[in-house]
């Protein structure tokens, strides 16, 4: 029962930072490959509050969620107005230097890691977050600065034309990202009680990117989806060592083939998005028998 309480935990703990990087990327149009590093901010900061400094657990994921979202602030300012793959190499060169910079900070314990961390995430702590965070995003999703970064994300150009602050709306997405992200990691930190940089690598922040890329793109119910999946999926193959990365791996690949726009494709699990699924499919039906019906005519 701990076992599955403690997967349980890491889907909550994971499912924050991809409802971040959801809005950056499935909404706005951003691909980061960098929150790896704002997890990482809000992780040791969390720690120091935590370990060092012996404040309350809350202080701490409030100040993980905002020194990444300070940071994402001067980040964004040098990056956002880049373009497709430049932002992706920006982001992630910001990743690899903060995993740099806390391999030689000693305070932290540098390469070696930081251990015997106070444990204060609970199960508790992780569903109240969750719920909480699902909410914020899905009501910042279906408001107007919601719609504005959508517009961002389906044609830049356009939006500009129409009176959207690109740049604006693209700052919001990534401040919104980076401290979910950091508060992920202020639980992650007090969970684990361990630190070390290697955690927050590139192939953290691309489990993430690809986690939102599974659910679908521009879902938020996808999101949740793809999180319990690709977080749980290496544990349940484990009495599989050898082989359960490669399981992974294939398991990715052939959602990717077989469902290129994700698990959900952009719709969401409301009544309205149910509806909205199986319209589709009536429709793709029906178009599918006026094809083969046209065609047995010109047979004819």
């Known amino acids: 029962m701990d076992y599955i309480q403690g997967i349980a935990v890491l889907i909550g703990i994971n499912l924050i930072a991809v409802l971040g990087l959801c809005v950056l990327t499935g909404f706005t149009g951003l691909f980061s490959f960098g929150h790896g590093g704002f997890m990482a901010i809000g992780a040791y900061i969390s720690a120091i509050v935590t370990a060092k400094l012996n404040l309350p657990f809350s202080v701490a994921i409030l100040a993980g969620g905002l020194s990444a979202g300070i940071i994402s602030v001067f980040i964004g300012q ?81 939006a500009q034309m129409a009176g959207v602050n690109v740049f604006r709306y693209k700052m919001i997405a990534l401040v919104f990202s980076a401290v979910m992200a950091g508060i992920a990691g202020a639980l992650l930190a007090n969970y684990l009680q361990f630190l070390r940089p290697t955690m927050f690598n590139m192939l953290k922040s ?11 793109l521009g879902s938020i119910s996808g999101t949740i989806v793809g999180t319990i999946l690709l977080v749980s999926l290496p544990e349940v193959f484990r009495n599989f060592a050898q082989w359960r990365l490669v399981i992974y791996g294939l398991a990715v690949i052939v959602i990717m083939v077989g469902r290129p726009k994700g698990i959900m494709g952009g719709m969401e699990l409301t009544p309205s998005g149910i509806r909205k699924i ?12 006026e094809i083969k019906a046209a065609e047995r005519g010109d047979a004819a």
């Open 78 to 158: 040098l990056t956002l107005k880049l373009k497709g793959d430049y932002f992706c190499i920006a982001t992630m060169g910001f990743g690899e230097a903060i995993r740099i910079i806390l391999n030689n900070t000693n305070y932290v314990g540098g390469a070696r890691g930081w251990a015997d961390l106070p444990q204060l995430t609970t199960w508790v702590w992780v569903v109240g977050l969750d719920i909480v965070c699902i909410a914020i995003t899905w009501n910042l999703i279906n408001s107007r600065q919601g719609r504005n970064m959508i517009a961002v994300r389906e044609e830049e150009l356009a």
């Open 206 to 216: 691309t489990d993430l990117t690809i986690m939102v890329i599974f659910g679908g």
């Open 278 to 289: 199986f319209a589709a499919r009536r429709a793709k039906a029906t178009l599918e028998a």
